[in-house]
């Protein structure tokens, strides 16, 4: 894995750990990256963390209840990570609840019991 997708892998790894969501739209914003890359990049993190899947009502990758971080993937808290990728890519403080687009946070596994 290259250092690119790597620092994306851990983006994602935060903003689940942080948020409990990611979507393809958060990547292609601070990375820059195409949609293509993008879904790539979240369909290699559902592959490592089985924990998460997309939410066709929502539409972006959620956690569910027993979500756990990719080991030894963020070697700092996820809310200093994403303080620290806010500022290289001068974006909103994403470790900031109210600068990412508002979700329940239920999880995929409180859409299944519906």
Same mark, same amino acid.
């Given at each position: 894995?290259?250092?690119? %997708?790597?620092?994306?892998?851990? *983006? @994602?790894?935060?903003? !689940?750990?942080?948020?409990?969501?990611?979507?393809?739209?958060? =990547? %292609? %914003? $601070? *990375?820059?990256?195409?949609? /293509?890359?993008?879904?790539?990049? &979240?369909?290699?993190?559902?592959?490592?963390? +089985?924990?998460?899947?997309? #939410?066709? %009502?929502?539409? /972006?990758? &959620?956690?569910?209840?027993?979500?756990?971080? $990719?080991?030894?993937? =963020?070697?700092?808290?996820?809310?200093? !990570?994403?303080? &620290? $990728? #806010?500022?290289?890519?001068?974006?909103?403080?994403? /470790? @900031?609840?109210?600068?990412?687009?508002? =979700?329940? +946070?239920?999880? @995929?596994?409180?859409?299944?019991?519906?």
């Amino acid at each position: 894995m290259n250092k690119c %997708t790597n620092l994306r892998q851990q *983006f @994602i790894d935060a903003l !689940f750990t942080q948020h409990g969501r990611c979507s393809c739209r958060q =990547l %292609t %914003t $601070v *990375f820059g990256i195409n949609k /293509s890359t993008a879904a790539l990049d &979240m369909k290699a993190y559902a592959q490592r963390n +089985r924990q998460v899947a997309y #939410s066709y %009502t929502h539409g /972006s990758y &959620m956690r569910r209840s027993k979500f756990q971080p $990719v080991p030894a993937l =963020l070697k700092q808290p996820a809310d200093n !990570f994403l303080q &620290m $990728v #806010s500022a290289v890519f001068e974006v909103p403080d994403l /470790s @900031i609840e109210r600068n990412l687009i508002p =979700l329940p +946070r239920g999880g @995929i596994d409180s859409e299944r019991q519906q």
